[in-house]
């Protein structure tokens, strides 16, 4: 009962959802634990070494059992809060508030007027400027504080991208710290990082809405034009299907979910979503690029490579693959 009680204050004291969002996020298999691999695939920061990560594990298991549980994860990160408990408190209730204005805003949009479409997709995009303003500083803070924890102990080899992903005994990779700091970097944008929580899924989340009410692909009706060659960029629409075995799909859709996570932050991807027809085992990704050498690019990748690998044996047969390219113009259209 006093280890329920206990649980039960830690995880629903103010600010604490974040943290069991991140538990969901590093609890790969989501066995409601997080083993060591899974710890290091997640927290693996480019700073920390093997053993300073051992030692930071076994800390926060408490309980000595080789496993990290929400009540654990939670505990720990309370004791260290300090002056950031109002923040993550102020950023728990604008996810809730952030996801009703969300999805009121969907609820209503097709049916407004354009004038009123225009004010909605303005005041969307200010939020997104104001929340990325705050981003900004706290990626540069962040970043300088690497640095200088490296350059203090340079003697400590840290954990990089190439141990996350090559040699992480299970193969999958988790969109930890040091795999977000590698696509922010790759895509030469702020967007794609996730150290912020819940604040930049949010960002992420009012960005691909914008994105959907203003970029949308334009195949509304038939249109007879007439273009400049080589003035109308050609995008290449590429699909691939997938078809598990039964008994695979949960193996096969965590593979895929890293490969996503990954190539949505490579430059040159301008979408990458996935379709699952219902009551079958078929799996369908939609990608879209903004020229075929991007996508060639992408095939010659580590995520790539390690999506083929990895679910070679749990297809019924190999992929299929369809492309083909459409007016650059088509992709973005005014609503």
Same mark, same amino acid.
């Given at each position: 009962m006093a280890d329920t009680a206990e649980k039960s204050e830690a995880e629903t004291e103010k600010g604490m959802t974040i943290f069991l969002d991140v538990f969901r996020r590093a609890d790969k298999n989501d066995d409601? =634990?997080?083993?060591w691999d899974e710890f290091v695939s997640y927290f693996a920061d480019g700073v920390m070494g093997k053993e300073e990560l051992q030692t930071l594990f076994d800390e926060i298991d408490s309980h000595n059992t080789n496993n990290i549980d929400t009540n654990e994860l939670c505990t720990y990160f309370t004791q260290h809060l300090g002056e950031f408990k109002e923040i993550f408190g102020l950023l728990e209730e604008m996810n809730k508030k952030m996801t009703n204005v969300l999805y009121g805003t969907a609820k209503?949009?097709?049916?407004s007027n354009r004038t009123n479409k225009f004010v909605k997709r303005f005041l969307m995009r200010e939020i997104l400027n104001q929340m990325s303003?705050?981003?900004r500083p706290i990626e540069a803070a962040s970043d300088t504080l690497d640095t200088q924890a490296r350059e203090e102990r340079a003697d400590i080899?840290?954990?990089?991208?190439e141990d996350v992903i090559k040699k992480s005994p299970s193969g999958n990779i988790v969109p930890g710290r040091v795999v977000r700091r590698a696509k922010r970097q790759?895509?030469?944008?702020?967007?794609?990082?996730?150290?912020?929580g819940l604040a930049n899924t949010q960002i992420d989340r009012l960005a691909h809405l914008i994105d959907r009410l203003e970029n949308k692909v334009n195949l509304d009706g038939f249109r007879d034009e007439e273009v400049i060659a080589g003035e109308d960029?050609? &995008?290449?629409? &590429?699909?691939?299907? =997938?078809?598990?075995?039964?008994?695979?799909v949960d193996d096969f859709q965590s593979h895929l979910r890293a490969y996503v996570d990954l190539t949505q932050g490579f430059k040159g991807c301008l979408n990458a979503s996935v379709r699952k027809l219902l009551d079958s085992h078929c799996f369908t990704i939609y990608e879209i690029w903004s020229s075929e050498e991007k996508y060639v690019q992408n095939c010659d990748s580590e995520a790539t490579k390690v999506l083929v690998q990895k679910t070679a044996e749990l297809l019924e047969k190999p992929e299929t693959v369809h492309s083909m390219k459409i007016p650059g113009s088509w992709w973005k259209r005014e609503v």
């Open positions: 409601g =634990f997080i083993s209503v949009y097709q049916e303003a705050l981003q080899k840290p954990l990089e991208l790759i895509s030469g944008i702020s967007t794609g990082s996730d150290a912020g960029d050609l &995008v290449l629409l &590429v699909q691939r299907e =997938f078809a598990v075995k039964e008994g695979s």
